[in-house]
């Protein structure tokens, strides 16, 4: 039986196995959506591919963790998020402490996000673009949020930082974007 028709699950218990036909099974299913979610982090076309790459190894080497307990892409693109931000935090001096010290103040939620914009008039292009615009760690709390789906709370976790500062950058960031989206 081909290994391109087995599933997730059978195709983990060999890698588990140290099958290497397996790992690049796998690696074949998840490399180019993983590629994106470090693209979006490290914003370099070659560091993604590195990360990704150091991710996958990463994965693989510690696949003995998995314990099915969230569905494997999901449990990888969290190993993939986390290289990418050390990657970027090594390579950018991203200080969580200064996020922390710029952030101490907590704001209220602002006016809702979509309020002034008409969406049918933007693309998708000029929405990421205008997101990639943005200071690092307005960007970095974006992506994370609305590209990766994370939530408040593991952003937080992610980035090192206080839940009340994520929400305070969260907040900050959706209406810094919001305010160069009317621009457009």
Known sequence: M????????ELILLCKQKNQQAQFEVYNRYCKAMY???YRIVK????????????FLKA???IEDYKQEVAFGAWLKRIIVNCSIDFYKKNNQFQ?????KTLSKVVETTSDFTENLNFNDLKIKQ?????????DNYRMVLTLFFIEGYDQEEISEILNISYANCRTTLSRAKDSLRKKLLEI
């Open 2 to 9: 081909s290994l391109s028709n087995q599933n997730i699950e």
């Open 36 to 38: 994106n979610v470090a």
């Open 44 to 55: 370099d076309v070659h560091f993604a591919e590195d990360v990704m790459q150091e991710g």
């Open 60 to 62: 693989f080497t510690k």
């Open 96 to 100: 969580p402490e200064e996020l922390e």
């Open 127 to 135: 929405v990421l673009d205008t997101i990639q615009s943005l200071k």
